[in-house]
C-alpha cells in the first residue's frame, strides 16, 4: 500500500512536470504574432497571461536579453510588450536592464491625490512641475526618472512633527482647466514624514475614479533611490492603464494592468504634489529640499518640445509659496524646489 500512494503522487507530479514543459515551448517558440496580431482573440490570450504572471509574480530569466523575448513571454513577466519598446528600443534595453527581480502585488493606500486646482497657467494648489498640453486623446505615455529625496522633520505641532507628505508622479490627463471631465492615470512615489521616521511608497491611481491611491511595491525603496516611472493609458487602444515602476538602483520592479477608467489624455505631467488627507485638506507639504526630474517625456518626446507650461505650488488659503519649478535642461530634466509646509 506504500508503494501503490507513492505512485499515486508520483504520476500527477509527471503529468505537470510535461504540461510545464509544454507551456514552456508554446512561450520560447511559438511566433510573436499573440500579441502582434489586432484580433481580440489574442489580446484575450495576452491578458490571461498578463494575470496569471501578475498572480503567480513569475519571475524575468535572468542572463537573458528581454528585449529579445516574445509578447507572450513580456506580459507573462508584466514588462511593455513590443508596441512599446520598439517605439525607442535603446531607451528600453537600458530599463529593462535592471529588471533582474519583480515584486508582486497592489493593494489600497491612503493617500487621495487629486485633479490639478484651477487657478492659473503658472500657479497651483497643490502641483509643482511641468505639463504637456492638448487636445483630448493626445497623450497616451509618460515617463520620468528620480531619486527619492532625504526629507527634514515636519512642522512641529505642540512640540511633535507633523506627518508632512509628498508625491512624485508621472502622469496624463487631470487638468480640468484643459479638459472636462478630466481624469488622471498616475504613478509615483509618495514620501511621508511620520512623526519618527521617513516612509516612501510606490502607487499607481486612476482619480477620480479611484477612492485612494494603489500600492505598487517596490523592493528596497530607501532614500537615495534612483526610480524610473511609465505609465501608458489606452496606449494605441490596447484597452487597459498600464504602469511600471522600477528601482534601478536595486534592480526589482513592479507593474499592474488596470481597467477602472481611461486618462482624458488632453495633458501629460511629471510633478511633484501635496496630496490630500481627506476632503479638500491637504497633507503638509514634507520638507524635500530639491527633487530632480529627468527624462521627462510624454509620447516619447521630450516635454520642453510640446506645448506646455509649468506650475508653482502656491497656497489658495495662505498665499505662501510652497514649491517653485526651474528651467528646463536637455529639455527633459528640471529641478522643483520646496519652499514651505503649507
Not at 21 to 33: D, E, K, N
Not at 262 to 290: H, K, M, N, W
Request: net charge negative.
Amino acid at each position: 500500500m506504500e508503494n501503490i500512494g507513492k505512485r499515486k503522487i508520483y504520476l500527477p507530479a509527471c503529468l505537470i512536470f510535461v504540461i510545464g514543459i509544454l507551456l514552456s515551448y508554446q512561450l520560447l517558440f511559438v511566433p510573436t504574432a499573440f500579441a502582434q496580431s489586432s484580433s481580440s482573440r489574442d489580446k484575450d490570450y495576452l491578458d490571461q497571461i498578463a494575470l496569471q504572471g501578475e498572480k503567480e509574480c513569475v519571475q524575468p530569466p535572468q542572463n537573458v536579453d528581454l528585449m529579445t523575448l516574445s509578447d507572450a513571454e513580456l506580459q507573462l513577466y508584466g514588462l511593455p510588450t513590443h508596441q512599446t519598446l520598439d517605439r525607442n528600443p535603446q531607451h528600453w534595453s537600458q530599463i529593462l536592464s535592471y529588471a533582474k527581480h519583480r515584486t508582486c502585488g497592489t493593494h489600497p493606500g491612503k493617500i487621495h491625490h487629486k485633479h490639478l486646482a484651477e487657478n492659473s497657467e503658472v500657479d497651483s494648489d497643490n502641483w509643482a512641475g511641468n505639463e504637456a498640453t492638448g487636445d483630448r486623446g493626445t497623450y497616451r505615455e509618460a515617463e520620468v526618472t528620480f531619486t527619492v529625496p532625504n526629507e527634514a522633520p515636519g512642522e512641529s505641532q505642540d512640540g511633535a512633527s507633523a506627518s508632512d507628505d509628498a508625491s512624485f508622479w508621472a502622469g496624463v490627463g487631470g487638468d480640468p482647466g484643459v479638459s472636462s471631465p478630466a481624469v488622471v492615470v498616475q504613478a509615483g512615489v509618495d514620501t511621508q514624514w511620520t512623526g519618527l521616521f521617513q516612509y516612501n511608497e510606490s502607487w499607481w491611481e486612476v482619480a477620480p475614479n479611484i477612492a485612494t491611491e494603489q500600492n505598487l511595491p517596490l523592493c528596497n525603496l530607501d532614500t537615495g533611490s534612483q526610480v524610473y516611472i511609465y505609465v501608458a493609458s489606452n496606449d494605441n487602444s490596447d484597452g487597459y492603464n498600464y504602469f511600471y515602476i522600477e528601482n534601478e538602483s536595486h534592480s526589482c520592479y513592479n507593474s499592474h494592468t488596470d481597467r477602472t477608467a481611461f486618462s482624458d489624455s488632453a495633458t501629460g505631467e511629471c510633478i511633484a504634489e501635496r496630496p490630500l488627507q481627506g476632503g479638500d485638506y491637504y497633507y503638509g507639504l514634507v520638507d524635500f529640499d530639491t527633487i530632480r526630474f529627468t527624462g521627462c517625456y510624454i509620447n516619447t518626446a521630450a516635454i520642453n518640445l510640446l506645448p506646455h507650461f509649468y506650475h508653482n505650488m502656491v497656497s489658495l488659503q495662505t498665499g505662501d509659496t510652497l514649491a517653485t519649478v526651474g528651467a528646463i535642461a536637455n529639455n527633459t530634466d528640471y529641478t522643483v524646489y520646496w519652499h514651505n509646509w503649507t
